[in-house]
């Protein structure tokens, strides 16, 4: 009954001689606000690899609500409640944000293989749709082909769209990468309005949206856990300082 | 039994250099050349005018061929070729299927559909017979040219500086380039030899295929594409390997099984592409 | 703000393909005026509507779930010789043989379609390429059945037992065409804007994320691949039935290749690109091939390097809305 969202035991990837997720053991439970931060080369995209299921663990194990779900495929785990989202963005250009929505609403709905009717007859996938256009202020974009899109709207449907999976977990793969300074407040409301019993796993560069966000933070060094704990812990940490923080600084 | 081996053999070294020169634009370029055979198909016919009209001796004719198929391949080539280095595959097939389109017309305007033969000297033309095994003496010296060829071409790859860039840019463009290796003249000079073997190979096969006609491009496409598959597109000793079994298994299979007909070529090549997408023989596949 | 709630204006917008527009009803009419203003023509406009069908089917393949194949004629081919044999078989009607021709053709399709999951554009084109080679082999080789080199005849009975196809009726063969292609293409219209067809064109558009959705591509892939395989099919049987004569030719690699040069001609995406390309194609070629018979296909070619150099979305663009003003003229003219 209690068993955490998310939780890895033993995590590992290598590549050849490299070592890119080193033992990695998380657990995140439900509704945690966890992230995950590290220099570059850290690991933190193999990591996220490793959960959605686009890579394979050389050894370890991936559970969902302590379930195995280390030899599903990505779309499988999707199912299962685990959604994410891209550091650079993995949008459909030529799909408008409506359609968009529409689709990953109706593909967690079972609804993907419907081939006779309209996508726009199907009144429950319409009404969430338009609840996400307006939640995530896409209402006045939602006909416009994605790649027409500014860039902090397209950054705002690649979150919508792994909400509109309703996932348990969803990864959040640094949202706010590349968004003008003008713009990084709509993405900071939407992650704070995000749905409180939905467990999230940040993985952010921005130290500034880290500590906001968090109430956990892990911190990944060569592909190893290095401490985890709350933001104020970690922030006074010498060894994370060292590695990380302090690194940072010299910038 | 073993006259067929011989013949599938020459057959297969012939395809090896009528194809390689493919191989090579598709690992090194990433290009999916379906034109390569318009290049065989413009040696094949410099050897056919010069020996028909001009009388110029046979082997004379082969330096010729290279050279002439080796030219148009460098004309096109960096006037049209290179500006689809980086377009999808889907516009390399259609620019290169429009060029077999007007390739096979403008043969025909000038040079009638009727096939132009190439003859072969007295001195190449006969049999013989060793141990059994019946040995034409024209295969055999296919075998030759083609062997020296296949030959040369891995000592020049392994052997020379442009051999070692050459298979550093197949391996890595990007790194290559940062290596301050010329692509650019990397490519065009590849381009050229390849187009110049696939002309030497259109005049050497002109007399086993019954002459060169304006459809050549056509024609051995599929046999070309089959070579690259089964091959794999880096490295000549899997081309060859590829050439060799294709032409083997094409002559044997039409002596022995002549019911199948091409059958077991194309279920070869379709096996081979799903189990190996990366080419039977090829380094490192997945 | 607008008066319509929300809701109802992402419904309008998902269905906005399915209104059907002014110059869509004026493309439509004006080939049902072209069969009846043009009995001398009928063999001509038939054609059209057949090769226009199976660049349709190509459409489905590489317009919208993104696969390039060069072996659409594998379908196309199984169609003629399934309708050639079904009629020869003795099944009279032209109907009962369209549809099982298409069936078979797309089970086909179906059987086929999972050796194009995996591997790059260049396998795929190398896979699809093979497929209707080998068909062809086998036509070849299976005289008994498929005729041979002497190919296949067959004497199509009337549509319905009502109207002749035949050379007797080749305005009712053109028609007969266009009802099928009609009825198809509204089909394919109501997929490619269904939650399927959504789903098709994100596996094309980034695989990546429509997998990170939950779509399932292999299925998907393998469903669009087979529907488009008994369009396809449909096309072959159509062609069989109107022209009396299956040969070997139907697998040929030219007829795979003709049929995505129409596509690409009229612009792959948007299910009318087809149907232009290959009245432009067909015509060109009959035009050309009457003035000069052996070169013809120069004139296809250069106009297809040209283009790919110049960028196939601007010039593709230009012929579409080209396409869409003759057609809204050769509506007021017949009108």
């Known amino acids: 009954m209690n068993a955490p969202a998310l939780e890895t035991r033993g995590l590992s990837r290598r590549f050849g001689g490299l070592i890119a997720s080193d033992n990695v053991s998380l657990k995140l439970e439900r509704g945690a606000r966890h992230a995950l931060i590290g220099p570059n080369g850290a690991g933190k995209t193999t990591l996220v690899n490793l959960l959605t299921g686009t890579l394979r663990p050389s050894a370890g194990a991936v559970l969902l609500d302590g379930e195995d779900v280390t030899g599903l495929a990505s779309h499988a785990r999707v199912r299962r409640g685990l959604a994410r989202t891209f550091q650079i963005n993995q949008l459909f250009g030529n799909l408008t944000p409506a359609e968009s929505l529409c689709l990953a609403i109706g593909e967690r709905l079972g609804h993907g293989g419907r081939a006779l009717v309209s996508a726009g007859q199907d009144k429950a996938v319409v009404l969430e749709a338009t609840e996400l256009l307006e939640r995530f202020g896409l209402t006045d974009a939602m006909d416009q082909k994605t790649r027409r899109l500014a860039y902090g709207k397209q950054r705002l449907l690649e979150i919508a769209l792994a909400l509109a999976c309703r996932p348990r977990v969803l990864l959040l793969d640094e949202p706010a990468a590349g968004v003008p300074e003008n713009e990084r407040a709509d993405i900071l409301a939407a992650l704070a309005a995000l749905p409180a019993d939905v467990t999230i796993l940040l993985i952010e560069h921005d130290m500034d949206l880290v500590f906001r966000f968090a109430r956990r933070i892990s911190v990944l060094v060569a592909g190893r856990l290095l401490m985890e704990g709350e933001p104020k812990q970690v922030a006074a940490d010498p060894q994370v300082r060292a590695v990380y923080l302090g690194e940072s600084g010299h910038d | 039994m073993l006259t067929i081996l011989f013949d599938g053999v020459a057959y297969g070294m012939l395809l090896f250099v009528l194809a390689c020169g493919l191989s090579v634009t598709l690992g090194l370029m990433n290009f999916v050349n379906l034109a390569h055979g318009a290049f065989a198909m413009a040696g094949g016919y410099a050897a056919a005018i010069l020996i028909n009209r001009y009388g110029v001796p046979f082997l004379a004719t082969l330096p010729v061929a290279f050279a002439f198929a080796a030219f148009i391949g460098v004309a096109l080539e960096r006037s049209l070729y290179r500006r689809l280095y980086g377009a999808s595959h889907l516009d390399q097939v259609l620019f290169t299927i429009g060029l077999v389109f007007m390739a096979m017309p403008i043969a025909n305007y000038f040079l009638g559909d009727q096939p132009q033969p190439v003859r072969v000297p007295a001195f190449l033309s006969g049999r013989f017979e060793i141990a059994g095994i019946g040995v034409g003496v024209y295969r055999l010296f296919v075998i030759a040219v083609c062997g020296a060829i296949a030959g040369g071409l891995q000592a020049f790859l392994i052997g020379t500086r442009f051999g070692a860039q050459l298979r550093a840019a197949v391996d890595d463009r990007r790194v290559a380039s940062g290596l301050g290796v010329n692509v650019d003249r990397l490519f065009a000079v590849t381009f050229a030899i390849g187009s110049g073997l696939a002309g030497l190979g259109g005049a050497l096969a002109a007399d086993m295929v019954g002459g060169v006609d304006p459809s050549f491009p056509v024609k051995f496409m599929v046999s070309f594409l089959i070579v690259v598959a089964i091959g794999g597109s880096n490295g000549i000793v899997g081309s060859l390997l590829g050439a060799l079994l294709l032409g083997i298994l094409d002559v044997a299979g039409k002596y022995y099984v002549p019911s199948i007909g091409a059958f077991i070529i194309y279920a070869v090549m379709i096996a081979t592409l799903i189990v190996r997408p990366q080419g039977l023989f090829s380094r490192g596949g997945r | 703000m607008s008066a319509i709630a929300a809701p109802d204006r992402v419904a309008a917008h998902l269905n906005r393909g399915g209104r059907w527009r002014p110059f869509e009803i004026a493309f439509w009419l004006a080939i049902v005026a072209l069969i009846f203003a043009l009995p001398s023509r009928a063999l001509l406009i038939n054609e059209i509507l057949l090769a226009g069908l199976f660049a349709l089917s190509l459409d489905l393949v590489l317009g919208y779930a993104g696969i390039v194949s060069l072996g659409q004629a ?222 013809w296909e120069f004139w296809i070619g250069l106009p297809l390097v040209v283009l790919v150099l110049v960028g196939r979305e601007r010039i593709g663009g230009f012929i579409a809305r080209w396409a869409r003003r003759a057609a809204l003229l050769a509506m007021r003219g017949a009108a």
Not at chain 3, 111 to 116: E, H, K
Not at chain 3, 199 to 224: D, M, Q, T
């Open chain 3, 74 to 295: 594998a379908f196309f081919g199984t169609g003629a010789y399934a309708a050639g044999i079904i009629a020869t078989l003795g099944v009279a009607e032209p109907l009962i043989g369209l549809v099982l021709a298409s069936v078979i053709a797309g089970l086909l399709g179906l059987i086929t379609a999972p050796l194009l999951l995996r591997g790059s554009d260049l396998t795929r084109l190398m896979v699809t390429l093979g497929v209707a080679l080998l068909l062809g082999e086998l036509a070849n080789r299976n005289e008994w059945i498929t005729g041979g080199a002497d190919g296949l005849s067959l004497a199509a009975k009337p549509v319905l037992g009502l109207f002749p196809i035949d050379f007797t009726g080749q305005r009712n063969a053109s028609l007969y065409s266009l009802a099928v292609l009609f009825a198809l293409f509204v089909a394919a219209r109501r997929l490619v804007q269904s939650p399927f067809g959504l789903s098709v064109r994100a596996l094309k558009e980034n695989p990546l994320r429509a997998n990170a959705l939950g779509v399932s591509a292999a299925r998907r892939l393998i469903a669009i691949y087979g529907i488009a395989a008994a369009y396809a099919g449909a096309s072959g049987a159509l062609v069989a039935q109107t022209t009396g004569l299956v040969s070997l030719d139907v697998f040929d690699f030219h007829r795979s290749a003709d049929v995505m040069l129409m596509l690409i001609i009229g612009g792959p995406g948007y299910l009318y690109g087809g149907l232009i390309g290959a009245a432009f194609f067909i015509a060109l070629k009959d035009g050309v091939a009457s003035a000069t018979p052996e070169y």
